[in-house]
């Protein structure tokens, strides 16, 4: 292992919080436009969720790396982290879309919800209650295969299973919208792993990259996504594109210290986690009575209170503060 990745900093990077928000929010406009039938100009915001697996990346080996316990006691930490607020959305999926399946069937779909176990067999999707689910189990996969085995690669070959696997995307994926359906499952694994190791290398990286400002990640981040239907490249390249230039280039932006609007991004941050889990059961519901705004106040409102109420909880069953006040950048990291 490079001798560049050494124990973490302890000083929270506030940019990379920012751009977790942003990317959450990207994809929330996504979703608002599918509910509602809207123009799309947010149809390739699933590339967020690209940039949360380098994000995982790097945000893992920040805290982990030198250190990595048993993978078995990572993985734990990591679902005591994640588990409650995806139970939430798993709930309000059940409450939204159950009503529409057969009993058993919506039974099956809410109990590998809230277990995180993909339904195969469903034609909806991996996750049909919460179909943004596949992503946080992939992140755990990733995870798991970081604390086994990546940690003890050296950065050359990271980036080299970084390469391997966008060429294996190159060769085999439409686009990068992967993963979420059964037909294109199997290529989630290499679309998780292309920027995770990524995500990786450039921490241990980080003392030999440009500093690049702030400002120019969370530009970068929404420019190209709103950009890329406009230009002449193919889905494939415009996608790799992100993933391997964008993406990187946003997360070394993030890394310098932020600047106007501080606040009210490092809150988005805060609330980009929550928020990913539980917007989209609350849009598709809220698309049948009410117009976007009120759908979008919803979903905020709810991930809010989501993150409040699992935070309080924590704090009363392991007798910590609580710190939902504290947005962190270390442990959440999916839109994660």
């Given at each position: 292992?490079?001798?560049?990745?050494?124990?973490?900093?302890?000083?929270?990077?506030?940019?990379?919080?920012?751009?977790?928000?942003?990317?959450?929010?990207?994809?929330?406009?996504?979703?608002?436009?599918?509910?509602?039938?809207?123009?799309?100009?947010f149809?390739?915001?699933?590339?967020?969720v690209?940039?949360?697996?380098?994000?995982?990346?790097?945000?893992?080996?920040?805290?982990?790396?030198?250190?990595?316990?048993?993978?078995?006691?990572?993985?734990?930490?990591?679902?005591?982290?994640?588990?409650?607020?995806?139970?939430?959305?798993a709930?309000?999926?059940?409450?939204?879309?159950?009503?529409?399946?057969?009993?058993?069937?919506?039974?099956?779909?809410?109990?590998?919800?809230?277990?995180?176990?993909?339904?195969?067999?469903?034609?909806?999707?991996?996750?049909?209650l919460?179909?943004?689910?596949?992503s946080i189990?992939?992140?755990?996969?990733?995870?798991a295969?970081?604390?086994?085995?990546?940690?003890?690669?050296?950065?050359?070959w990271?980036?080299?299973?970084?390469?391997?696997?966008?060429?294996?995307?190159?060769?085999?994926?439409?686009?990068?919208?992967?993963g979420?359906?059964?037909e294109?499952?199997?290529?989630?694994?290499?679309r998780?792993?292309?920027?995770?190791?990524?995500?990786?290398?450039?921490?241990?990286?980080?003392?030999?990259?440009?500093?690049?400002?702030?400002?120019?990640?969370?530009?970068?981040?929404?420019?190209?996504?709103?950009?890329?239907?406009?230009?002449a490249?193919?889905?494939l390249?415009?996608?790799?594109?992100?993933?391997?230039?964008?993406?990187?280039?946003?997360?070394?932006?993030?890394?310098?210290?932020?600047?106007?609007?501080?606040r009210?991004?490092?809150?988005?941050?805060?609330?980009?986690?929550p928020?990913?889990?539980?917007?989209?059961?609350?849009?598709?519901?809220?698309?049948?009575?009410?117009?976007?705004?009120?759908?979008?106040?919803?979903?905020?409102?709810?991930?809010?209170?989501?993150?409040?109420?699992v935070?309080?909880?924590?704090?009363r069953?392991?007798?910590?503060?609580?710190?939902?006040?504290?947005?962190?950048?270390?442990?959440?990291?999916?839109?994660?």
């Amino acid at each position: 292992m490079d001798s560049s990745a050494s124990a973490p900093d302890r000083q929270r990077l506030e940019g990379l919080d920012a751009l977790r928000g942003i990317a959450a929010f990207m994809v929330l406009l996504f979703h608002v436009e599918y509910a509602f039938g809207l123009t799309p100009h947010f149809q390739r915001a699933y590339l967020s969720v690209d940039f949360f697996f380098l994000l995982s990346g790097m945000v893992m080996a920040r805290q982990y790396e030198g250190r990595f316990p048993d993978t078995a006691a990572f993985l734990r930490k990591r679902l005591a982290r994640l588990w409650p607020v995806m139970a939430i959305g798993a709930a309000l999926g059940t409450i939204v879309f159950a009503p529409q399946m057969p009993p058993l069937g919506a039974l099956m779909a809410c109990l590998m919800g809230l277990l995180l176990v993909p339904w195969l067999g469903s034609d909806k999707g991996l996750f049909p209650l919460n179909p943004p689910a596949w992503s946080i189990l992939f992140e755990l996969l990733a995870n798991a295969l970081h604390a086994a085995v990546l940690h003890r690669l050296a950065t050359g070959w990271l980036l080299a299973i970084s390469a391997l696997c966008g060429a294996i995307l190159l060769a085999r994926a439409p686009n990068l919208d992967l993963g979420a359906v059964r037909e294109y499952a199997v290529l989630g694994v290499p679309r998780v792993v292309m920027s995770y190791a990524l995500g990786i290398a450039l921490w241990r990286l980080r003392g030999r990259l440009p500093r690049l400002p702030a400002w120019l990640g969370l530009a970068l981040v929404p420019a190209v996504i709103v950009s890329l239907p406009r230009t002449a490249l193919t889905p494939l390249y415009g996608d790799l594109g992100f993933a391997l230039i964008t993406a990187p280039l946003a997360l070394i932006a993030g890394l310098s210290p932020l600047g106007f609007g501080r606040r009210a991004l490092v809150w988005l941050g805060w609330l980009s986690f929550p928020l990913y889990a539980v917007h989209y059961p609350v849009l598709m519901f809220m698309g049948k009575f009410t117009g976007p705004l009120p759908a979008v106040l919803t979903a905020l409102g709810l991930a809010w209170l989501s993150a409040h109420g699992v935070d309080a909880l924590r704090a009363r069953l392991t007798g910590t503060p609580a710190q939902a006040t504290l947005p962190p950048c270390r442990i959440q990291t999916a839109p994660h």
